[in-house]
């Protein structure tokens, strides 16, 4: 998978100052769009989309400093409809504009070329289970909030606080099925995964309960899950859960994300400092 993933960042390199089509990025890793897009954020650290555009505004900053090319040639080489766009994203990546950048010969910021490689770390295995599950219910108070890919999300946090304790008890009470409990539910994620950008959170319960009327609800078809388990310090052992079953797991097994929200079950101890979780991913099998 990782030699695939190299041959479709070599791709990108050559295909800098023309239109690169995420479809044929998926074709060359021999994956889906949706799996390479979500596959490329959590080994990259960063949404395609962003990689890409920095790529191109490193390359257009050698080309303004070698000063061969106009500044409109190089905007419109690297996919800016007008010298102005060119401009504001220029200035925005590099903290200067193309024009004082060529007369001053100012520093400028670089995004490297990637590539991804396998390291062997043999610290801990991954404990995990395919799950097959009949179409059922998330049931429970719903909001749409920005993405946050690192520490406590302000806006979940305040959601949940504002949820009154009578209305979580009679959440809880409609769980029926694994997994169990209150769990934190992440849907109608932007495909570019990048900071800032929306999604439904659910703080509710998987059922197939009937869904009262004061009660938000998703509906979610019969399919195959990988459940991922994971136990350690609170919240050190859960932020890095699903960035392992990114670069660790998809990479050497035999499955790929399918569309579909992603379900996060915790158990923190008594004390706080220690937590179990199961996340739930959304899969499906590739024939190799």
């Known amino acids: 998978m990782l030699e695939q993933l190299n041959r479709a960042l ?14 044929e990025l998926a074709r060359i890793a021999v994956t ?38 106009t500044l ?37 910021h670089s995004q490297p070329r990637m590539s991804f490689r396998l390291v062997v770390e043999g610290s801990s295995s991954m404990r995990y289970r395919v799950v097959e599950k009949e179409e059922f219910r998330v049931v429970g108070r719903k909001a749409r909030v920005p993405l946050v890919h690192e520490g406590v999300n302000p806006a979940i946090a305040e ?27 992440s849907d109608d994620l932007d495909p570019s995964r990048a900071e800032g950008t929306e999604l439904d959170y659910y703080h509710a ?12 609800a998703l509906t979610v078809p019969a399919g195959t899950w ?9 919240p050190q052992a859960l932020q890095y859960l699903w960035r392992d079953v990114f670069t660790q797991w998809f990479p050497s097994n035999p499955y790929r994300s399918r569309p579909g929200p992603e379900i996060l079950s915790v158990r923190v101890s008594p004390d706080g400092s220690e937590a179990d979780a199961e996340l739930w991913i959304p899969v499906e099998r590739v024939e190799v």
């Open 10 to 23: 070599e791709h990108i390199e050559s295909h800098l100052d023309r239109r690169i089509e995420v479809s």
């Open 32 to 69: 889906s769009e949706y799996h390479f897009r979500r596959m490329f954020s959590a080994l990259a650290g960063v949404p395609l989309s962003e990689y890409i555009r920095r790529r191109r505004l490193t390359v257009a900053g050698a080309e303004v400093l070698a000063g061969e090319r």
């Open 72 to 108: 409109l040639e190089i905007a419109v080489r690297y996919g800016y409809t007008s010298g102005e766009a060119f401009a504001r994203a220029f200035r925005a990546m590099h903290g200067v504009g193309p024009g004082e950048a060529r007369r001053t010969g100012a520093a400028l």
């Open 159 to 185: 959601f949940v606080r504002g949820i009154d304790q009578e209305t979580v008890r009679r959440i809880a009470e409609l769980s029926d099925q694994e997994p169990k409990g209150i769990v934190a539910v």
């Open 205 to 216: 319960v998987v059922t197939r309960a009937e869904v009262p009327d004061d009660l938000d």
């Open 226 to 234: 990988a459940v991922f388990e994971n136990s350690g310090p609170f």
